[in-house]
């Protein structure tokens, strides 16, 4: 990336301090200062730094920040323990090893990211200096706020920059954000006032630095004038300059002050369910510590009681007395915190880290959750989360882009109060060359032009033709849709690299460009163009839609379909070249942008010819209907035949527009006035605008309105269905219609014919009370469904104002309660804030595990809000990956990365921290039974680096790779038998009784491995290492044989690691014991291990100690397998099946199944009973559209409704267009 | 990791090749399909159930109950006398001995007990000190030793660890060997003596050597200044611990038993496991295959006692043992054997039980065939 920085040096000094909202003045006059006097010196400089550490402070700061732990301030502190002589378990030098090897672990682990974190920034920073123009190359580092910026086009911009410049006539410049936000599209940024960057002698005021990339807001002041400016002027940090050849502006943030640092965020930190529990579990374990070194204190001062006198074998100390006994338990309670401290299980923090980065391995690696189209697999950004999949009680998702591909097809529209359906494989352009037959007859005559096929088209045009030139030039006119013409195009293929990383995303983007026109409206557009370019004397461009959203870019082929082409797009202009081939440019005066709030978006135009100030909006028919002009009957008549059609569209799932035009006479300057002081405005900036919108779109006048449809994504049915029966609850919250909502939700069988009733809220209840009484009156109504059987469930339907009540404090516990007693909850009209909040309260009233899935920004709250965000990466844009924990790229993906990556996950860390913790406290209180034989004095018969051993290498290894690799079911049953997902929900896999059952059986093997061997040496003239070591090795095959049992599947990894550690146990043992003559000097293991595997009584001692150590457990084991199978064993006793057998099983698992759930069913005709007493305000369907219900096969998006097609035109069906011919 | 911070390399055009993780034409983002990262290794899966671990069961009871019977035999036939002569009881010969809290005492009191053999030891008979009571596990007792100067460091010898005190030093001078353990080392000396039918006492012959191991007496424990003969220059400018009667070497006559490797003193600083314990004191070797090494009848057992143990209320004892391949007499592991045999075949049987009556229900049930 090149950069030139003008300099010009300068004389005059003037610097002052930066205000609180951030004041930027150009630095050339400053040039020669010394850096203090520089006016601009408070800001941060451009050089950007995300890696924590140098060279130097790396260990001091990490250090510092290992010490934030609880853990490891608590192992140091024990380990200084030991440096006081009357307290010390161990050589003091030797205990400071194990905590000195976990740091080090961690601060390797830490220094590698970072450096991969500094490798990034290094790439970044810097930059090849080349000098041109009056520009001078800099390094991006040496880039400062106030410098004048040149980036030529395919730059990357290098800091926050206002652009003051642009090379296109129109101040436009083009900027691709893929870097920032992965979205592909072109954004438009031009310049508000353009400046020479000689004389620049305004100020600039903006607001404080912040992460919102869609927003920014601040003014330029000169001489009293202030010019607002907003996002459209700013380029971000990390972006490309395209189709520009050269901008420039001044610097307004740099380094970490830019928008792109500030979202640059880390792998969240989320701590999951199972871990937070485990921390209460690790109070446990210090709470057993604790009772254990009482027990060891007490003990000690209760044996020195029973000395009459000083044995020999007590130290005084140096000074000759005897330490009261008293104090000396206070001394031995210290030791033997010492002493037992592994029961806190100090490598548990690291072992879980490493195990997740092993599950995000596996994850990330699964070829099934790899989307061949857009070359991305899964992406797992929050990593310690993994268990949590495993545990999802609620599934919350979007609609559109989640559900639905997000692949917008324009399908039917409604002009004046008449309906046309738009047909994929048009007949013939019969319509439009009657409409406009004196225009371009090529047009007419070309087959493949995707029509609206009209019965008495010629009539209509006499009468509506203005309305529907108006209809379809609104459609070309109001949207955001950047136009980039071919050589435009060419311009950023033109690195090769770019050219491939283009090639990639374009698929994923929202760009349609002509070349992908399988999902746009017509399939014979391309040839339909090609045609016309050949044709036309124009010559047009090639062009090519760039568009924020993929409705947009729907309606704009569709009205290119039509003959209205969108030529061009600049800040104040717009061109449309219409069927006659007349080119009408209109000046655009304002674009009133989209906000949810609003939900509406407007531009105001001035017409080329007739110079009126006509105001276009689109928007959703709730922000439109309203707002309409009321006078005149006749479009009274239009607006309910429109909803009329409209209610028809949402039946069919299709997504609604409206369309309405509005000729501004007059006051159009005063308003302007107010916009322009509400777009300079740092305070309520954003209230302020919408006010101002709102006041412009006022007594509209209805066009017509677009139905367009929205397909289903492959597997969506099957894959509710699977987590249906995995005993998740499914809710959609969208951002549409009611009706589109519930007739997506019966194609996607969230709602479906087995469901008994279905309340939907009306809209009707718009005050508190009324809400009140019908939440209670269906509470009521519940336990009616539920005397039937329990498993009969209700679909709960919601409309945004009535969620927006019951999300009121008073109405919380009552809607909460509906949630749990409804199988499928969807909310349709749901603001992004309203999504969120429903997760909230549902995670927290019910404390249930929550996930969210969404793919576009208005997800972002919801995917935070959520215990685990899933971001699909679709045609809006990265923002809700960016925002997510997960990222998939399908919704079918969830199913295995619940079903089996979320069951496998959280099954493997349960099984394994609740091993971890038996581990330690198995071989720990080998050490104190043996203080019953010491006198509590804190002695331990295993050498201390034999202990050290034992946990960082003879039994580390087995727990992680069963961590990582154990697999209880395999992958094909858990996806057939999603039931057995239901043990993660319920905390099967890690209770707390399987703790304490652990911990239990932890006693009891520890007791066998020191009592076995004791009673075995009792007497005899065995030395302490002597006795140690048989307890050793036999704790050893009893920790590593439990896990044994405890392992589902045995690979050859599994093998390899647990022979290898048992292997390496020996060998570094008898090494040790061979070597270390008097190396570690008051404990003396010398030799003793090969003395004791030279006695054949250490073999026996030990085989019988494993046996009997593992004995109640494998009988258990046993005995449950055969007694009380889980659903799990039964499952893998068909996963080891050979396949044909295994099919068998499965289907007559199903149809057991299907046998229970299809009791209630039989009896729904009560239910039926029941649907018909309600109140009037609640609507109980048995079923809403029979028609569209009872074709069980049937995807509204691909077959418009019979009653639908009948009413419109019955001969005009799909697929009998051909006969449209005939009539 | 790499998602979250958005990375200029790979839009920037400086592609390193192999470096970037995605955006090369040629290298897709695909996953391997490979057996290992796809989670589909041929795995072994076992399935614990009554059916499945019945064989473990019985193949655990038919081999555990006969090593039991053999444990249980060898270790009845190993032969073990013992003899408390701590004297606490006034009838015995020890009692005066006994009542001498003293370390320092320079006139050593004997005592002699008569002991009878029922039954002849055959083999090599291995001669013992028992000490009850006595926590030679004592945390700090084990460590107030330092094995560099046993190991015939000459630094330590004159500068001995800190871990000795406070008998590291005395009189200016360093203890050699320092430490508790070597200062409170049991130095009653025993004697046996065969009783004729005739009367007339005829003394044992006890092997001094022989009773430490191999490794401690050649690698671990060294006489300072190598194989040099002359230990008392050695030995030159330290002292004995404050309750030995005479110096480190001293302790024998024959120099490869003296001083630090001395096999009493090996075998004493070799501290023991448990407050219980024995310690090897002589072996009486078999001196040829017709006689038995210690015949049926009387002998006499000669104390110089020396070692007090009433401060501790411990317990002295003289123990006489044969010994076989699992060591010294044991009925424990015999015990246990027999019994956790029978425990796992009586399991087995139940299993096989539960397994005839539940285990076919789960397996036939589901499919009606």
Same mark, same amino acid.
Request: glycine share 6%; with cysteine; net charge neutral.
């Given at each position: ?1068 043992? #008898? ?32 085989? #019988? ?119 | ?79 073990? +006398? ?38 002849? +030891? ?63 080392? +049991? ?72 001083? +630090? ?109």
């Amino acid at each position: 990336a090149r950069t030139q920085v003008r300099t010009d040096p300068s004389e005059t000094s003037c610097p002052g301090s930066p205000p609180s909202p951030p004041t930027v003045v150009s630095n050339l006059p400053y040039e020669d200062q010394r850096p203090r006097n520089q006016p601009n010196r408070r800001y941060a400089g451009n050089a950007v730094k995300t890696n924590k550490y140098t060279l130097w402070s790396f260990l001091p700061i990490n250090l510092c920040e290992q010490f934030r732990r609880l853990a490891n301030i608590y192992f140091v502190g024990i380990a200084a323990l030991n440096f006081i002589p009357e307290v010390n378990a161990f050589q003091p030098q030797v205990a400071l090893i194990p905590i000195c090897v976990i740091l080090t672990l961690t601060a390797i682990k830490d220094a590698w990211e970072d450096f991969r974190r500094y490798q990034s920034d290094r790439d970044a920073c810097l930059s090849h200096p080349r000098s041109q123009h009056g520009f001078v190359e800099r390094r991006w580092k040496d880039i400062q706020v106030g410098d004048f910026v040149q980036v030529l086009a395919n730059d990357i911009i290098p800091a926050d920059i206002l652009l003051l410049h642009a090379s296109d006539p129109n101040g436009v410049c083009h900027m691709e954000t893929a870097n920032l936000d992965g979205e592909t599209n072109l954004k438009q940024r031009r310049v508000k006032s353009p400046f020479d960057p000689l004389s620049f002698n305004a100020t600039v005021i903006c607001e404080k630095p912040n992460n919102n990339l869609n927003h920014f807001k601040g003014f330029l002041e000169k001489d009293q004038i202030k010019i607002g400016f907003g996002i459209e002027s700013l380029l971000l940090r990390g972006c490309t300059v395209r189709n520009t050849a050269a901008a420039s502006g001044i610097v307004v943030y740099a380094g970490h002050d830019t928008k792109s640092m500030l979202n640059n965020n880390r792998p969240r930190y989320k701590r999951s369910r199972v871990e937070s529990k485990m921390n209460k579990e690790v109070l446990c374990c210090v709470f057993l510590l604790f009772c254990m070194c009482l027990i060891g204190a007490v003990g000690h001062v209760i044996w020195l009681k029973t000395f009459s006198s000083v044995p020999i074998y007590f130290i005084p100390d140096s000074d000759g007395n005897e330490t009261p006994s008293v104090v000396a338990g206070v001394y031995r309670f210290l030791t033997m915190i010492i002493l037992l401290q592994v029961i806190i299980p100090i490598s548990l923090y690291l072992s879980i880290e490493l195990v997740k980065m092993g599950q995000v391995f596996f994850i990330t690696q699964d070829i099934d959750l790899y989307d061949k189209e857009k070359d991305m697999r899964m992406q797992c950004r929050a990593l310690n989360i993994t268990e949590d999949l495993g545990q999802i009680q609620y599934v919350f998702s979007d609609k559109t882009g989640t559900l639905t591909e997000n692949k917008m097809v324009f399908r039917r529209c409604t002009i004046m109060g008449t309906e046309y359906p738009h047909t994929e494989n048009g007949e013939s352009g019969k319509w439009v060359g009657q409409l406009w037959s004196h225009q371009d007859t090529t047009v007419g005559r070309d087959n493949i032009l995707p029509c609206l096929p009209l019965r008495c088209g010629m009539h209509i045009t006499v009468y509506h033709g203005a309305t529907h030139l108006e209809f379809f030039l609104a459609l070309a006119i109001c949207n955001t849709v950047v136009v980039s013409t071919e050589t435009a195009q060419r311009q950023r293929v033109r690195d090769p690299v770019q050219s491939t990383l283009y090639d990639i995303p374009t698929s994923s983007s929202s760009v349609v460009s002509e070349d992908e026109v399988q999902g746009t409206p017509c399939k014979g557009h391309t040839r339909r163009r090609q045609t016309w370019t050949a044709s036309s004397l124009a010559g047009p461009k090639e062009v090519h839609y760039e568009a924020q959203s993929p409705d947009e870019a729907a309606l704009v082929h569709a009205a290119k379909a039509y003959g209205f082409t969108l030529l061009e797009r600049t800040p104040s202009h717009v061109s449309v070249r219409l069927p006659s081939g007349t080119t009408l440019t209109y000046e655009v005066l304002d674009v009133l942008t989209f906000d949810s709030v609003r939900s509406r978006m407007s531009i105001i135009v001035r017409h080329p010819h007739t110079k009126e100030i006509i105001l276009y909006t689109k928007g959703a028919d709730s922000g439109i209907m309203e707002r309409l002009s009321q006078m005149k009957s006749e479009s009274r008549v239009i607006a309910n035949k429109t909803q009329k059609h409209l209610d028809m569209y949402a039946n069919d799932g299709l997504r609604t527009l409206c369309f309405t035009r509005k000729v501004q006479e007059f006051n159009y300057y005063d308003w302007l006035v107010l916009r322009q002081g509400a777009m300079a405005a740092i305070d309520r900036k954003d209230e302020l605008v919408r006010k101002t919108a709102a006041d412009m779109e006022t007594n509209l006048t209805l066009l017509g309105a677009t139905g367009i449809e929205d397909r289903l994504q492959e597997n969506v049915p099957e894959t509710i269905q699977a987590l249906r029966e995995a005993g998740i609850q499914v809710c959609v919250l969208t951002g549409d219609k009611l009706e589109t909502a519930v007739n997506i939700a019966y194609s996607c069988k969230l709602l479906d014919h087995k469901l008994v009733g279905k309340p939907v809220c009306k809209p009707v209840c718009v005050s508190q009370e009324v809400c009140k009484n019908m939440l209670s009156g269906t509470l009521a109504q519940l336990p009616l469904y539920d005397t039937q059987e329990a498993k009969v469930s209700v679909g709960l339907v919601i409309d945004g104002r009535t969620l927006g009540l019951l999300l009121d404090s008073d109405l919380q516990e009552g809607f909460v309660q509906l949630c749990t007693h409804c199988r499928a909850i969807l909310c349709c009209r749901t603001t992004p804030l309203q999504k969120s909040r429903v997760v909230t309260l549902l995670r927290s009233k019910l404390g249930v595990m929550t996930l969210a899935i969404g793919d576009g920004a208005n997800d972002v709250n919801m995917i935070q809000a959520a215990d685990v965000g899933v971001g699909i990466s679709g045609q809006e844009g990265m923002q809700a990956v960016m925002a997510s924990d997960f990222a998939i790229s399908r919704f079918k993906h969830l199913k295995k990365l619940l079903l089996v990556h979320g069951h496998w996950c959280y099954n493997r860390l349960a099984n394994m921290i609740i091993y971890f913790f038996y581990k330690n406290v198995a071989y720990v209180n080998l050490l104190f039974w043996y203080q019953f034989f010491c006198g509590f004095s804190g002695t331990a018969m295993i050498d201390y680096w034999f202990m050290i051993f034992f946990n960082l290498f003879f039994t580390s290894a087995p727990p992680i790779m069963f961590g990582i690799m154990d697999r209880e079911v395999s992958a094909a049953v858990l996806l057939q038998l999603p039931e057995l997902y239901r043990r993660g929900q319920h905390e099967g896999g890690y209770r707390r009784s399987t703790f304490w059952i652990a911990i239990a059986d932890a006693f009891y093997q520890s007791l066998v491995c020191f009592f076995v061997p004791y009673w075995t040496y009792k007497g005899s003239d065995i030395d302490i290492f002597t006795l140690g070591t048989p307890m050793n090795t036999a704790s050893l095959f009893t920790i590593i044989f439990h896990l044994a049992i405890e392992i589902k599947s045995w690979t050859v990894v599994h093998w390899v690691i647990m022979v290898g550690s048992v292997v390496v146990y020996f060998v570094v043992t #008898l090494a040790f014991c061979a070597m270390c003559v008097s190396c570690n000097p008051p404990s003396d293991p010398y030799w003793t291990m090969q003395e004791q595997m030279s006695d054949p009584m250490f073999y026996l001692v030990c085989i #019988l100690t494993t046996v009997v150590a593992l004995l109640p457990r494998y009988t258990l084991h046993a005995l449950r397998g055969t007694l009380v199978p889980s659903d799990h064993l039964r499952a893998r006793q068909i996963d080891n099946m050979p396949p044909h057998h295994r099919d068998l099983w499965l289907q007559e698992w199903k149809k057991l199944k299907d046998l229970c759930a299809s009791y209630p069913s039989l009896s729904s005709s009560t239910a039926q009973r029941y649907s018909t007493a309600q109140s009037p305000s609640l609507t109980l369907v048995q079923d809403p559209s029979p028609a569209l219900a009872q074709s069980p096969s049937l995807t509204p998006v691909q077959d418009p409704s019979p009653s639908l097609v009948q009413s419109l035109n019955p001969k005009l069906a799909p697929n009998q267009g051909l006969n449209s011919a005939a009539l | 990791m790499m998602a979250s911070s958005y990375n200029i390399k790979e839009e920037d055009g400086h592609h390193s090749g192999s470096s970037g993780p995605g955006g090369n034409a040629v290298r897709t983002k695909k996953p391997d399909n490979t057996a290992f990262k796809q989670q589909r290794l041929p795995a072994w899966q076992p399935i614990i159930t009554a059916g499945t671990v019945l064989p473990a069961f019985f193949i655990i009871g038919l081999i555990f109950i006969p090593i039991g019977i053999g444990l249980y035999v060898t270790s009845n036939n190993i032969k073990e +006398f013992e003899i408390d002569y701590t004297g606490i009881d006034i009838s015995s010969p020890c009692f005066n001995c006994s009542q001498s809290y003293s370390w320092n005492t320079t006139t050593s009191c004997t005592c002699s007990i008569p002991f009878s053999l029922d039954q002849p +030891f055959e083999s090599n008979v291995f001669m013992y000190y028992g000490l009850s009571n006595f926590y030679q596990n004592h945390r700090r007792y084990v460590k107030s030793r330092d094995d560099s100067q046993l190991n015939g460091n000459l630094d330590s010898l004159k500068a001995p660890s800190k871990e000795c005190e406070p008998y590291r030093i005395n009189e200016n001078m360093p203890i050699a060997p320092c430490g508790a353990i070597a200062n409170s080392m +049991f130095n009653d000396t025993l004697d046996l003596f065969y009783i004729d039918p005739n009367g007339t006492r005829t003394p044992i012959p006890l092997m001094k050597t022989g009773i430490a191991w191999w490794t401690d007496k050649h690698v671990k424990f060294r006489n300072p200044g190598g194989s040099s003969s002359n230990l008392t220059a050695v030995f030159y400018g330290t002292t004995k611990p404050l309750s030995w009667p005479k110096p480190v070497y001293e302790l024998d006559t024959d120099p490869e038993n003296n001083g +630090f490797v001395n096999e009493d003193l090996i075998v004493w600083m070799r501290t023991a496991a448990l407050p219980t314990f024995r310690k090897l004191y002589r072996i009486i070797q078999k001196k040829n295959s017709l006689t038995p090494t210690l015949p049926r009848g009387n002998y006499t057992l000669d104390i110089v006692y020396n070692y007090p143990v009433r401060s501790f209320d411990g317990r002295k004892r003289m123990i006489l043992s044969t010994i076989s391949w699992m060591g010294g007499k044991n009925p424990f592991l015999g015990i246990a054997y027999i019994s956790v045999g029978s425990v796992c075949f009586f399991l087995g049987v139940v299993l096989l039980f539960i397994h005839h009556k539940y285990g076919n229900r789960n397996n036939s049930s589901d499919i009606p065939n």
